[in-house]
């Protein structure tokens, strides 16, 4: 098995792992003749994450047979977030016991060289099948737009409430220190679709809405679809047939 990313997806990859090890710190990562794909859940399980990274989104991707390892997510981060701009970013699995992580830079001199290599875990996860689900309302938002939004509904609760129907959305929070609701024009959307006549209102966690799943570094656009009936879907096209989704569930009215 061996990968390499360079220029400017580098920074995506690291930017994904940097979400990635607030959900959880042990990943679960099938490598395929087709793709990459990290599935997974916190330890709360509250949030299912699904990563795939076609073998189109490397600059170079080959799999002999496919391969299953598991890694601490803190310590593969660290470990990529110390490359340089220049540095192209080689992984390669030589033995069942450990990673290697090699950052590499072929025509600047000044620049030194760094290998790593990474133990495996022994870590037991069975992945899940996500059906295909046609949700109530669905849509599109500017990355930096909500992350900025949400920071600011983080100043007043824990917790956030989403209310959508055909003529407006809120996102509401209310706590001790007071409420804020932020109403998002519809025409001011990228996209947006509802179930007509259908009424939208559920609230979330926003701390894990805000820390382990928005981010703006990812794309510049978001996608959040909601349904009454199941988990909120929070998804990042990666280009090149390649994805980032989130799942939070839905809070109970006496959470």
């Known amino acids: 098995m061996k990968i390499v ?21 042990d990943i679960h990562a099938n490598f395929s003749s087709t793709c990459l794909h990290i599935q ?9 994450f699904d990563l795939t990274l ?26 990529i977030s110390s490359k340089s701009d220049d540095q192209s970013l080689i992984i390669k699995k030589d033995d069942d016991d450990s990673l290697s992580i090699e950052l590499i830079n072929e025509f600047k001199k000044s620049e030194y060289n760094k290998y790593f290599k990474m133990p495996l875990l022994e870590y037991e996860y069975e992945e899940m099948s996500i059906p295909n689900i ?40 209310k706590g001790n220190s007071g409420e804020m609701r932020v109403n998002i ?48 879907k929070i998804n990042y096209n990666l280009g090149n047939d390649s994805h980032l989704m989130f799942f939070i569930a839905p ?3 006496d959470d």
């Not at 400017?8 to 990859?13: N, P, S, V, Y």
């Not at 997974?40 to 299912?48: A, E, F, P, T, Y």
């Not at 002999?64 to 601490?72: A, G, K, V, W």
């Not at 992350?147 to 959508?164: A, E, R």
């Open 5 to 25: 990313i360079k220029d400017k997806k580098k920074e995506l990859f690291i930017s994904i792992f940097h979400v990635l090890k607030n959900a959880s710190t």
């Open 40 to 48: 997974g859940m916190d330890k709360s399980h509250i949030c299912l």
């Open 54 to 79: 076609s073998k189109e989104w490397f600059d170079f991707y080959e799999i002999e047979n496919e391969d299953n390892i598991h890694f601490n997510t803190n310590i593969f981060y660290s470990i």
């Open 134 to 173: 046609e949700y109530d309302c669905e849509m599109t938002l500017p990355s930096k737009k909500i992350n900025d939004m949400l920071s600011q509904l983080n100043n007043f609760s824990d917790n956030i409430t989403v209310k959508c129907c055909e003529n407006f959305v809120d996102f509401i929070t």
């Open 185 to 232: 024009p519809i025409d001011d959307m990228i996209s947006y679709a509802i179930v007509e006549n259908e009424e939208v209102n559920l609230t979330y966690s926003l701390i894990y809405i805000h820390k382990m799943c928005i981010s703006n570094k990812l794309s510049s656009d978001v996608d959040l679809c909601l349904s009454n009936e199941c988990p909120m």
């Open 251 to 253: 809070k109970l009215e």
